[in-house]
């Protein structure tokens, strides 16, 4: 019975994982600020570069396959909400810097945004008439029914 008190003890200490913490955290300085905004400023934010999309704490950009990459403008296009995106910005630098969202503004920007080798529609499950299309290739419509597209920036 002792030894399983000893373990259990040690669980704890070993659990705890506060001992890499170097920095104490004021919650004083955390301003949430929910905006609902069209995608074509979170568009505009992205070709102006005002949006760190490589930030030291993310993970890799550009992990999605093209398909994943379409069916997510696919969603935009059916007019389905998308997840909340998440950022900080550096009040000195004003940088933002993406929380959670990358891969879709990295789906969005290689849509939209990238000149060589822009991502070419594939895979689609409903909108199949935009099949191998690229932005410059769908209607006047479709492109301002992206960019009217709402979405929760936190």
């Known amino acids: 019975m ?3 008190e000893n373990n259990r003890t040690e669980i704890e200490k070993e659990d705890r994982g506060d001992e890499n913490i170097t920095k104490s955290f004021d919650p004083s300085k955390i301003d949430v600020d929910i905006q609902t905004v069209n995608l074509g400023r979170l568009i505009d934010m992205l070709k102006e570069g005002e949006i760190d999309l490589n930030p030291d704490f993310q993970r890799s950009i550009d992990l999605w396959s093209p398909i994943k990459k379409s069916r997510l403008i696919e969603s935009i296009l059916l007019g389905l909400p998308l997840p909340s995106f998440y950022f900080s910005e550096d009040k000195e630098t004003r940088k933002i810097s993406v929380i959670d969202g990358l891969q879709r503004l990295c789906a969005l920007k290689d849509f939209v945004l990238k000149e060589n080798s822009p991502l070419k529609l594939s895979g689609l499950q409903f909108l199949t ?5 690229t932005y410059k290739e769908i ?4 492109i301002r029914r992206i960019n009217s597209h709402r979405v929760v920036l936190n």
Request: charged share 60%; net charge negative.
């Open 2 to 4: 002792e030894e399983i």
């Open 129 to 133: 008439q935009f099949e191998g299309k």
């Open 139 to 142: 209607d006047r419509s479709e």
